[in-house]
């Protein structure tokens, strides 16, 4: 007797085979029977039809705090994700130390979440106790590192900070995170430099040793345009220094003045490849982005945090300066940038409309509306960037080392985390990589597709006993529609759900029955 038993589906295993009519028994969480023959069960679930596989990984998250503020991931589990990758882009849960703490907690207050916490370990189990509805596993965020004993000055980092930085990296490291992740145009990461990163690193052999789990080094790069190339080179070189796993988050070629690199981002990686560096690089479905709206913003505006960056865009002679650095920019490329969140309800108008759009309603012209924006708004407005171009996206979904990620946090259809118009990536990225793309398009197999978004991922960030359909491996299992499946969220409405994700479970329970979320809180925090 199992618990459930899924009969009729043809199943992928996750590691790149065709897909063979099987059944499935679940029973405590886990996988127990995989095979030809039928077994007593509480509850039946006939695939006929449908397509079973791993449940899949996205591999590149931002849910650190929405799953605090209301864990159902609905907009995840919706998509068929299992298991999300936090802690990308040099931002973590933790650790929060001196400056860093006090940049965090004011954001955290006003997102409501009252909880306090310090290190890891103290997140990870108010995460686990509150109850979330997938599994996560968190990267250190080289930004919370350097935010903690530097703050946001941009200064070297001293021998005697970077033991620090070091303390609290091993720290982490100890309490679970799977690696560190740079953040490298978002403050503080970007007043630091390669040798840095490389120093920091290199204190994971001895936890590589101690334990045998496998770490990663993430990396937003310094640049995903001007200097794609140039940072490229810088990633793999700290994967060559150090001899870690470097993976490439949301690589892109940004901006059209930048599309034709693509060809030589594409070898300088595959070249570090066949000399045995370990790269692999994550990309989302879409020729947009998102991120702050400040984040176009001069660097040297970012030093000293927060409230100097919103104090230099007040003062007339700085102000002159920044508008100046961004004077060259046409009205095209702000026809292209749309806010998509805003802080203050008077501004709530501003969402889902260009800037170029919002400059002429108020009679501005872009950049002092985007500069306008950026005070009023105190720095928290998101944005939506549509820099990317759809045949360089092809190219990059066709690599074999390209993993999918949302880039996106976990979001629901109501309650506190449905509000302003986010990128769509957070609803419809796995089925529309799916369906639009290997379905439609038939850029590569289905088995391949897979692979790529279940066991790859597993096997890059050391996801153990997930990732492939095994016996005694944790149940975390999607059955969906190939025929049906597509994604349905709009920039203008992103809170959308997509369709053919019929059955989710995750760690044997279920999470989606039938198309609809039962609100399950079945996940688990990974080490």
């Known amino acids: 007797m199992v618990d459930y038993l899924i009969k009729n589906g043809l199943v992928f295993n996750g590691i790149n085979a065709k897909p063979i009519r099987q059944n499935i028994g679940i029973s405590n969480k886990r996988i127990v029977f995989i095979g030809d023959s039928e077994v007593s069960a509480n509850e039946v679930i006939d695939a006929e039809n449908l397509y079973v596989a791993p449940g899949f990984i996205d591999v590149h998250a931002h849910s650190e705090f929405t799953l605090l503020l209301d864990g159902r991931a609905e907009g995840k589990l919706s998509q068929g994700i299992t298991t999300e990758v936090n802690g990308n882009c040099g ?23 009252t909880e306090t916490w310090q290190d890891l370990h103290e997140y990870l189990n108010i995460l686990q106790n509150k109850g979330i509805a997938l599994n996560t ?43 560190l992740s740079t953040g490298l145009i978002y403050p503080p990461g970007i007043f630091s430099d390669a040798k840095e990163i490389k120093a920091l690193l290199g204190i994971v052999s001895t936890f590589k040793k101690a334990n045998g789990r496998k770490f990663v080094y993430t990396s937003h790069m310094r640049s995903e345009g001007d200097a794609l190339l140039e940072a490229i080179e810088e990633t793999i070189e700290v994967g060559r220094a150090t001899g870690m796993h470097v993976h490439i988050s949301h690589l892109k070629t940004s901006g059209e003045e ?29 020729i947009a982005s998102s991120t702050d709206l400040d984040s176009i913003l001069p660097d040297w505006v970012f030093e000293g945090g927060l409230k100097e960056e919103i104090k230099r865009l007040r003062d ?20 292209n940038v749309y806010v998509s969140s805003v802080f203050k309800a008077r501004n709530k108008w501003m969402e889902g409309e260009s800037i170029f759009d919002i400059s002429v309603r108020t009679g501005k ?56 118009k986010p990128h ?47 016996e005694n491996f944790f149940a975390d299992i999607v059955i969906f529609d190939y025929n049906l499946i597509k994604d349905r969220a709009s920039y203008k409405e992103p809170f959308t759900k997509s369709e053919g994700i019929k059955f989710v479970f995750v760690n044997g329970s279920l999470a989606v029955r039938d198309g ?7 996940g688990k925090v990974l080490f």
């Open 424 to 470: 769509p990536r957070g609803f419809g990225t796995f089925p529309r990589f799916l369906g639009f793309y290997v379905r439609d398009e038939n850029l590569i197999t289905l088995p391949e597709a897979i692979r790529r978004i279940t066991s790859l991922p597993a096997e890059t960030f050391g996801i153990r006993e997930r990732g492939v359909l095994k």
């Open 91 to 113: 931002l973590s849960a933790a650790p929060l130390y001196g400056k860093a703490l006090e940049h965090r907690q004011q954001e955290l207050q006003q997102l409501g979440i």
């Open 316 to 335: 007339p002679q700085k102000s002159r300066m920044i508008k100046s650095a961004l004077s060259s920019k046409p009205n095209k490329y702000w026809q």
């Open 365 to 420: 012209n872009p950049v002092d509306t985007m500069i306008d924006i950026v005070i009023e708004e105190e720095a928290k407005t998101g944005a939506i960037f549509f820099t990317m171009n759809e045949d360089n996206l092809r190219r990059i979904l066709r690599l074999p080392y390209v993993m999918i990620g949302s880039d996106s946090s976990a979001r629901n259809f109501s309650g506190p985390t449905c509000k302003g």
């Open 258 to 286: 930048n599309w034709h690199k693509i060809d030589k981002a594409i070898e300088l990686i595959e070249d570090a490849r066949n000399f045995g560096i370990q790269v692999t690089c994550d990309c989302y479905p879409y």
């Open 516 to 522: 609809i979320l039962t609100g399950a809180l079945a």
């Open 137 to 179: 596993i968190t990267l250190c965020g080289h930004g919370n590192l350097r935010a903690s004993v530097l703050g946001y000055a941009n200064i070297p980092c001293e021998e005697y900070m970077l033991e620090r930085m070091k303390r609290l990296f091993s720290e982490s490291l100890n309490q679970g995170a799977c690696g």
